[in-house]
């Protein structure tokens, strides 16, 4: 009986799919995927249209951890910023690396169109609201945003962020038009399928168990059967295990959670937007309307991977902190997804000294960033370009052991002070 799905907002809307088995013989391919989430499907799929023969290894279902969870909001840029980007990078690098970002959203919306993938609801537009007041900076922001990259973001008001926002937190704003938001499981679902329609394989619960290598190629083990390649690329995201030791030292699992309300009669009264709502906070909460009446909220960001077992209650909490007017709503589920950072908050995506592939580290900007991954992995094996070397300044550095999770949760929770310092202050201002 093949594993579930948990319990979410997206499993309870998801479309109908066909499972697909277990390994249970030798098979040999071009290229082996080793991680069924969005990275992993994306290069994939784009290694299939390219002629490739590939399979892909997924030690539960597709998209069961993080990639079928999340918040679903698709956007330009990266987990960290553009001065952080080119102090590593260079201005030229960062500018060619945001590109690359941007590329990513139209990938996403175009396998929507050209795959015509049924439920995903790409529903357009990004709303960026702030918990503080910063007109000058938040305008200063939209203007660099053209100048730098041509990008058209549209300002807000208080009174324009409040029309359609009705919570006393929040000031000023942006407005993304180029972003959208949409179902991401059903997504991954709709690229999983058009693998298969192209001749590429997937197989679900099948963990890679070894990786072994003979002249030119690799041997993928896993516990019924092997894959062999001339290509490896590993794509385990925040579920990575030691199959991989030198991906496993260069991540950290951080930990976030989601919660879905029950229908609400009223939510006019508080948001009247079909725009993907987030604020700028460090860990601060990002949500949207899903069905017409409900919530879909996110927020928090942790290194305890396991749930609190008052999770429904605190993210319920956070609602109500921003929206008092829905005191009364009710949870219908909450959940969490492990998703993989780097210590310096940008994609790993490359190959290692031994000739793997990588693919990972896509925590807190990935729905965009997972789709260019695919491509550029996928052009380097079948030599099409070398794009993929512009990740190079950021490779697989060590992760901190133990002590790295202890700094990672101490960053977050003096970021997370200062943001309510700022607010505070704003507030007696």
């Given at each position: ?368 960033t997972t789709a260019i991954a695919g491509r550029v992995v996928a052009e380097a094996i079948a030599g099409e370009s070398d794009r993929i070397k512009l990740f190079q300044p950021f490779g697989l550095d060590w992760n901190g052991g ?28």
């Open positions: 009986m093949p594993e579930s799905y948990i319990d979410t907002y997206y499993r309870r809307t998801i479309i109908d799919h066909a499972d697909h088995p277990p390994l249970t013989e030798d098979r040999q391919v071009d290229v082996c995927v080793i991680g069924g989430g969005l990275a992993g499907l994306s290069t994939a799929h784009e290694c299939v249209q390219r002629g490739l023969k590939v399979a892909l290894l997924e030690q539960h279902r597709i998209a069961w951890g993080a990639s079928g969870r999340n918040g679903g909001f698709v956007t330009s840029g990266y987990a960290t910023g553009h001065e952080q980007i080119a102090r590593r990078a260079g201005e030229a690098g960062a500018k060619a690396l945001h590109d690359l970002s941007v590329e990513g959203v139209r990938m996403v919306r175009e396998n929507i169109d050209r795959l015509d993938l049924p439920r995903v609801n790409p529903t357009p537009g990004v709303l960026r609201a702030i918990r503080y007041d910063d007109a000058a900076g938040l305008q200063a922001e939209v203007a660099e945003a053209r100048r730098k990259f041509g990008t058209t973001l549209r300002y807000l008001s208080r009174d324009e962020v409040r029309q359609k926002l009705k919570s006393d937190v929040y000031f000023q704003g942006i407005y993304v038009p180029d972003a959208f938001h949409f179902h991401p499981l059903n997504y991954a679902l709709g690229l999983g399928a058009a693998i298969v329609k192209r001749g590429g394989s997937i197989f679900e619960q099948s963990p890679a168990t070894g990786i072994t290598r003979d002249a030119n190629r690799y041997t993928v083990t896993t516990p019924q059967g092997s894959i062999t390649a001339k290509h490896v690329v590993l794509c385990g995201g925040g579920y990575t295990d030691r199959v991989a030791p030198a991906l496993h030292r260069a991540y950290l699992p951080i930990a976030t959670y989601m919660l879905l309300t029950e229908p609400i009669a009223n939510i006019a009264e508080a948001i009247d937007t079909s725009a993907a709502i987030a604020d700028d906070r460090r860990a601060g909460d990002y949500y949207r309307v899903v069905d017409g009446n409900r919530i879909l909220w996110g927020g928090c960001i942790t290194t305890q991977t396991r749930d609190p077992s008052n999770l429904a209650a605190l993210m319920r909490r956070r609602i109500v902190e921003t929206y008092p007017q829905l005191g009364d709503l009710k949870v219908a589920a909450a959940w969490s997804g492990l998703m993989s950072y780097a210590r310096h908050l940008m994609p790993q995506i490359g190959r290692m000294p031994d000739g793997l592939w990588y693919a990972t580290g896509f925590g807190g900007h990935g729905m965009n133990p002590f790295g999770r202890i700094a990672v949760q101490a960053t977050y929770w003096y970021l997370q002070a200062m943001d309510a310092w700022r607010e505070r202050r704003n507030s007696h201002a």
